[in-house]
C-alpha cells in the first residue's frame, strides 16, 4: 500500500460571480476546507497517489446563498462536488 505525505491540486482559473471581498473569501476558504477534509481521507490519498490532470470539470448549476455563510457553504458544496468528480 502506498502512503502519500502530500497533496498537490492546482486549480488554474475559479471565475466567480460579482461579490464583495467577504463573500469571496468565504467561498474561497469553503472550498479549501472541503477539498482539505476530502483529501484528509486515507482510502481517497491513496486512491490520488497517482498524477492525473483534468482539463476541464463542469459541475452543473448551484445555488448560491446570501452573504458570507451562503458564500462559504456553496465553497464547500463546491470542493465536494470537485472531490467526487475528480476521484479515480
Do not use: C, Y
Not at 492546482?10 to 468565504?26: Q, S, Y
Not at 491513496?46 to 452573504?67: D, E, F, Q, Y
Amino acid at each position: 500500500m502506498a502512503f502519500v505525505s502530500n497533496i498537490h491540486l492546482h486549480i488554474d482559473r475559479l471565475i466567480l460571480p460579482a461579490m464583495d471581498i467577504g463573500e469571496r473569501n468565504a467561498l474561497i476558504q469553503g472550498l479549501k476546507g472541503e477539498l482539505r477534509r476530502q483529501l484528509a481521507d486515507p482510502a481517497t490519498r491513496a486512491a490520488w497517489a497517482r498524477t492525473h490532470r483534468t482539463p476541464v470539470l463542469r459541475l452543473g448549476r448551484m445555488k448560491l446563498g446570501a452573504g458570507a455563510s451562503g458564500s462559504g457553504q456553496f465553497g464547500a458544496a463546491l470542493g465536494s462536488s470537485i472531490a467526487k468528480r475528480l476521484k479515480p
